[in-house]
């Protein structure tokens, strides 16, 4: 295995049938140079690619172009109506060890709001349009009161994780709603920002395998449930637990109230994830 890499995905059905194709999101860091899952991959003659192109990601296993995937749920909620897939084990946090995560939305301390509907017109600043607690959140967050989300921000891609929390302290964003874990990781961000809305109990990422890859799933489920977590600073995630049906299908509950969304899925078939105008 060759580490983070991008290949070229061939059409449905031309892969080299001697390897499992995988295909992770990258800013999900899967410890892919760990010892233990390099050996495990090598040695089940699987191939990895990892990609920041989320649509890409999710039009690949549409068309059955990898047999597992590492990633966010909302990829996964575009997938839902395929019955090709389905979920073998959910992250945990680092901090926790649940497979659950918190978003929090932070503004500058020196920002007067005090909730979200103090900042209508902000510009809100998430990783991705996939991104479940930066992009979908907030999503979530403003559809409970029957609002779309750009209609109320100005909302744009800035850089993942501690990067979202520095675009607010440089002034670049005035908001953003960011994984809890990465927020408590350094302590200055609690002095540099504020905390003034929250959306807890989201879905972890997750990996999900093709219903027909056979004895291969189990071995994969049998080495994450059983892997050591890795140790370190400034980890995003740390092991895996059974995947979580329950707590999955609530957010994908909450997805569907969104009337951009539902009604982009349903008239193009969840092919894409549309801007949530």
């Known amino acids: 295995m060759s580490g983070l890499i991008v290949p070229s995905l061939t059409e449905p059905g031309t892969q080299d049938q001697a390897h499992t194709e995988g295909l992770f999101d990258i800013n999900l860091a899967f410890p892919l140079a760990d010892r233990r899952w390099s050996d495990f991959f090598t040695s089940n003659r699987c191939h ?76 809100l600043g998430y990783i991705n349009t996939y991104c479940t607690t930066s992009y979908f959140a907030p999503s979530i967050l403003i559809a409970r009161e029957g609002l779309p989300l750009t209609s109320f921000f100005k909302a744009g891609p800035v850089p993942a994780w501690q990067g979202q929390i520095d675009a607010v302290v440089d002034g670049s964003i005035d908001v953003t709603m960011v994984y809890e874990d990465v927020w408590l990781a350094r302590a200055d961000n609690a002095m540099r920002t504020k905390i003034i809305a929250r959306v807890d109990g989201l879905p972890t990422p997750a990996f999900i395998v093709r219903s027909d890859i056979g004895p291969f799933a189990s071995k994969l489920k049998d080495a994450l449930l059983t892997s050591p977590p890795p140790t370190g600073s400034g980890l995003l995630y740390a092991g895996f637990a059974d995947y979580q049906d329950a707590r999955m299908q609530h957010f994908f509950d909450e997805l569907a109230t969104i009337p951009a969304l539902a009604q982009a899925n349903s008239q193009h078939g969840a092919q894409r994830n549309p801007e949530l105008v």
């Open 48 to 123: 990895i690619a990892s990609t920041a192109d989320l649509d890409m990601l999710t039009d690949a296993l549409r068309h059955q172009r990898a047999a597992f995937s590492y990633l966010p749920s909302a990829n996964f909620f575009f997938l839902r109506a395929d019955t090709g897939w389905r979920g073998l084990a959910s992250a945990r946090s680092a901090r926790s060890g649940m497979p659950s995560q918190n978003s929090v939305m932070v503004v500058k301390t020196s920002n007067p709001a005090t909730r979200w509907q103090d900042l209508r017109g902000a510009r």
